[in-house]
């Protein structure tokens, strides 16, 4: 399976406090994205970085990507109480614009 | 401009009855996906339509039909429901312009098979 690893499965940080999240993936890609999910809802598109990127940035959100790794990591500064949701890494493998998704880390932020 | 929208929002099954669960999109999008969501597994994707008239076997399709029915709608079918199709089902939509581009979902259809 192609299915990206996340970690940790689980974050319980206070508000105020940066939440980073991992993600790692076995084989090569066009772009790396990630996306939010809050409980009982769909999923919703957060941010996209390209293979030939290393680091991109949007608002509180910073992701890095390391393509020799493979690996990328998402970092959020500042958090709230609303940023409690879940998060996933999805690649896209060049394979007709398809998304493989992480399992997920469950962030959960205390006020 | 409702985005993506899915029918049923939830459903009950007895095993080996059949359904269908409608997906349709108003973002004139290429692209459609049927996703399924269990716990501590992700979402894994089930069929995938690049564009119209055309579908794909995603990850995980056994037990699972599709129609692309015109370029807004994409369903899904269970022709003989199973107590391991219990989930939570997705679908997305996205232009996707050669590459995987941004994915829209849609709320979920909660699906319980007894």
């Known amino acids: 399976s192609q299915q990206g690893e996340e970690d940790p499965q689980a974050l319980s940080i206070q508000e105020g406090e940066n939440a980073t999240m991992n993600c790692s993936y076995k084989?090569?890609?066009?772009?790396l994205q990630w996306y939010r999910q809050n409980s009982g809802r769909g999923l919703v598109h957060l941010i996209l970085?390209?293979?030939?990127?290393r680091e991109k940035h949007s608002g509180r959100l910073r992701v890095t990507l390391d393509t020799s790794k493979k690996s990328s990591s998402l970092l959020i500064t500042a958090s709230r109480a609303a940023d409690t949701a879940s998060y996933f890494c999805?690649?896209?493998?060049?394979?007709?614009?398809?998304?493989?998704f992480g399992q997920g880390t469950e962030l959960s932020v205390k006020p | 401009n409702a985005g993506v929208t899915q029918t049923p929002k939830f459903q009950v099954l007895k095993t080996g009855q059949s359904m269908t669960l409608q997906c349709a999109q108003d973002?004139?999008?290429?692209?459609m996906y049927w996703y399924r969501q269990d716990p501590g597994m992700g979402l894994r994707l089930i069929y995938y339509?690049?564009?119209?008239?055309?579908?794909d076997k995603g990850e995980v399709p056994n037990g699972y039909n599709v129609s692309r029915l015109n370029k807004r709608e994409f369903s899904l079918r269970l022709e003989s429901a199973a107590p391991s199709q219990t989930s939570v089902y997705f679908c997305?939509?996205?232009?996707?312009?050669?590459?995987?581009?941004?994915?829209?979902f849609g709320e979920g259809s909660r699906l319980t098979v007894l």
């Open positions: 997305a939509s996205s232009e996707n312009r050669g590459q995987g581009g941004e994915l829209f």
């Open positions: 084989t090569s890609i066009n772009n």
């Open positions: 970085i390209r293979s030939n990127e």
């Open positions: 999805a690649t896209d493998h060049n394979q007709g614009g398809k998304l493989i």
């Open positions: 973002m004139n999008h290429n692209s």
């Open positions: 339509s690049a564009s119209e008239g055309t579908t």
